[in-house]
């Protein structure tokens, strides 16, 4: 779940109060943060990302603060609306500073399963795919979705994910187990159609990703098919480790005028065997 990065605190000044009149220098005190909107969301989600700005000893600090935990808030994708507020506490100024209450404002996405549906077709024939997934399952931004697609040459893949953003442990980092099926149909070229069936666990922090993979293949030749390729027929077991780095300076991922991306990666198999 990488995303290009912004200056989250030009992209998310206007959601943000404005300064308090000559507090941006002074001293202030969190005195306390007022949480609305949530619902499925686990509360303790929400305050982990608050708990900068409830540390934050400056009107600059907590403005700061507040721009990130809003910037990170957003990127969890279960909310369509986030806002953060720095208002001026009714309590009397303490040796600590002046009290400021933070009020957040937070809209959930409505918890029902996003379907898509898409291909494409031609003369030769074409693809179909279908998806659905649904947000925030348990209350902590876990995605699970499933998948299933038919190519043109016959071949089908099943896929069922689940991803859990581990904010908690560190920014930055993820987790996703997927299972999946495939049956890939090469009798046009080298005659033998191909089915894997397996499961895999990824890690991820920051541009580094960590992974495991363990397949079970199954290569059933046709009767026109070669000697090397009868001799590769049958069952076989493909157990992997991988590990990945990327980086990516794009200004746009889709369109990008600037920057680069960078992907080198290592596999080990045969692990049991």
Do not use: C
């Not at 779940?1 to 200056?7: A, G, L, R």
């Not at 990302?49 to 400056?58: G, H, N, R």
């Not at 990170?72 to 040796?95: A, H, M, W």
């Amino acid at each position: 779940m990488t995303e290009p990065q912004t200056n989250t605190t030009d992209a998310y000044k206007e959601r943000l109060s404005p300064p308090i009149g000559g507090l941006a220098d002074s001293h202030v005190k969190v005195d306390k943060i007022d949480i609305e909107g949530i619902g499925r969301t686990k509360a303790d989600l929400v305050q982990h990302f608050l708990k900068p700005i409830q540390q934050a000893s400056t009107f600059a600090a907590a403005l700061s603060a507040s721009s990130i935990a809003l910037g990170e808030l957003q990127r969890l994708g279960i909310f369509s609306d986030v806002s953060i507020k720095l208002l001026d506490s009714s309590k009397p100024d303490s040796p600590d500073g002046t009290p400021v209450d933070v009020k957040v404002i937070l809209k959930e996405r409505s918890f029902k399963p996003v379907l898509s549906i898409g291909g494409h077709f031609g003369s030769d024939g074409g693809d179909f795919e279908t998806k659905g997934e649904f947000r925030n399952v348990f209350g902590r931004a876990e995605a699970v979705s499933a998948s299933f697609s038919i190519t043109e040459k016959n071949s089908k893949l099943g896929l069922i994910s689940f991803s859990k953003p581990l904010p908690l442990y560190g920014p930055d980092r993820s987790l996703n187990v997927q299972l999946f099926k495939t049956q890939q149909n090469y009798q046009k070229a080298s005659s033998y159609t191909e089915g894997i069936v397996g499961t895999s666990v990824r890690y991820a922090h920051g541009r580094h990703e960590l992974s495991y993979e363990a397949a079970w293949r199954d290569v059933v030749p046709t009767p026109a098919a070669t000697m090397p390729v009868r001799h590769s027929a049958g069952d076989s077991f493909k157990s992997s480790l991988r590990w990945a780095y990327k980086r990516d300076t794009r200004d746009d991922p889709a369109m990008p005028t600037s920057g680069y991306a960078f992907t080198t990666a290592q596999e080990v198999a045969g692990l049991t065997g």
